[in-house]
C-alpha cells in the first residue's frame, strides 16, 4: 500500500520561503510522474507542480519562477519562494495523474500573511 507523507509547512510572512518534502513508503517514487498539488481554502485541489521519471518539470503559471520540484530516490520537494498570501493552502504530493487509485496524504499546511 502506497503511503504519501508531506512536511515541510508553516507560517510565513510574504516574501519568504518554505521547502516543502514528500516521504513514500510503499513504493519508490524516483521512477515515477510525481507532482504537488494545492488546495486552497474553501477551493478545489489543483496541480502546482510536476516532475516526471525522465526529470522533466513543470509548473502551474502562478507559481513559475518562484516554485521548484525536485526528488531523490524516495522523497519529492518543493522548494517555495517569494512566497504571496494567495499560495496559502494545504500541499500534497501525489502521483502526477491524479486519478491514479493512491490514498492521499494529510497534507502540509501552508499559510502566508501579508
Known amino acids: 500500500q502506497v503511503r504519501l507523507v508531506e512536511s515541510g509547512g508553516g507560517f510565513v510572512q510574504a516574501g519568504e520561503s518554505l521547502i516543502l518534502s514528500c516521504r513514500a513508503s510503499?513504493?519508490?517514487?524516483?521512477?515515477?510522474?510525481m507532482a504537488w498539488y494545492r488546495r486552497p481554502p474553501g477551493k478545489g485541489r489543483d496541480l502546482v507542480a510536476g516532475?516526471?521519471?525522465?526529470?522533466t518539470t513543470n509548473y502551474a503559471e502562478d507559481v513559475k519562477g518562484r516554485f521548484a520540484i525536485s526528488r531523490d530516490y524516495n522523497r519529492v520537494y518543493l522548494q517555495m519562494n517569494s512566497l504571496k498570501p494567495e499560495d496559502t493552502g494545504v500541499y500534497y504530493c501525489?502521483?502526477?495523474?491524479?486519478?491514479?487509485?493512491?490514498?492521499w496524504g494529510q497534507g502540509t499546511q501552508v499559510t502566508v500573511s501579508s
Open positions: 516532475i516526471t521519471s525522465d526529470g
Open positions: 501525489y502521483h502526477l495523474d491524479s486519478s491514479t487509485l493512491w490514498d
Open positions: 510503499g513504493i519508490v517514487l524516483r521512477f515515477l510522474d
